[in-house]
């Protein structure tokens, strides 16, 4: 399979403090990628889902003020934590894929911790 | 919305045993995808399903898909330890939808 790669792979920032996640996909490109958000011991639950070179489309519920999400290439995208508070500590994981017809490929994770 | 729906949410298993975790979801989807997920860790492709009445296998794991039924299942044959994960299946309509998952534990 297509090779997708997430850095950090482990943060620890500060309460108030913005943090940014990249997601690659080292052997293609990109046009939507998937940013999703695992709580210990829960599924993953979609946040956005970002097409290159528009705005991210955001699940209900999630903040885009507060998770600033940038499709800027197509084998590049980035998630900002902004003003970060420990509720946002969680396990982050993004996807990516080439079309809607092809499967997309997941990041190892970021594990987030906010102290 | 689509909904996506998985049981059981907890198996503990003897070493040996056979058992058939379930996924039933709402609508009519492209496709439907199995994962595996290590504690600590990001998800591992087992596979992908995509017409009605595919099957497919790998090792002592297998998948199928009842598209009419919006339902698919990942049977477990003569279970050993290195089993032992949390399994999801996905739906894909549009976006890509998790079911709640299956905490499986294998017992010597």
């Known amino acids: 399979g297509a090779v997708v790669s997430q850095h950090p792979s482990r943060v620890i920032c500060k309460s108030g403090t913005s943090v940014k996640i990249e997601c690659r996909s080292l052997?293609?490109?990109?046009?939507?990628m998937f940013w999703y958000r695992q709580f210990p011991k829960q599924s993953l639950m979609l946040m956005a889902t970002?097409?290159?070179?528009?705005?991210?489309?955001?699940e209900q519920g999630v903040e885009k003020d507060k998770f600033l999400i940038n499709h800027a290439s197509l084998t590049l995208s980035t998630l900002t934590v902004t003003s970060a508070h420990p509720e946002d500590s969680s396990f982050y994981i993004c996807?990516?894929?080439?079309?809607?017809?092809?499967?997309?490929?997941f990041g190892q994770g970021t594990r987030l911790t906010v102290v | 919305e689509l909904k996506v729906e998985q049981n059981p949410l907890f198996l503990s298993m003897q070493e040996g045993k056979n058992y058939t975790i379930y996924c039933n979801y709402s609508?009519?989807?492209?496709?439907l995808y199995w994962y595996r997920q290590d504690p600590g860790k990001s998800l591992e492709s087992l596979f992908v399903l995509l017409s009605n009445g595919a099957v497919k296998q790998e090792g002592r794991l297998m998948a199928s898909l009842d598209t009419k039924a919006r339902l698919s299942t990942l049977h477990i044959t003569a279970a050993v330890h290195d089993l032992s994960a949390t399994y999801f299946c996905?739906?894909?309509?549009?976006?890509?939808?998790f079911g709640a998952g299956t905490r499986l534990t294998v017992k010597p």
């Open positions: 996905a739906v894909v309509y549009n976006d890509m939808r």
């Open positions: 052997d293609f490109q990109a046009t939507t």
């Open positions: 970002s097409n290159e070179g528009s705005k991210a489309t955001y």
């Open positions: 609508t009519t989807s492209d496709r």
């Open positions: 996807s990516a894929r080439r079309d809607p017809n092809t499967e997309a490929f």
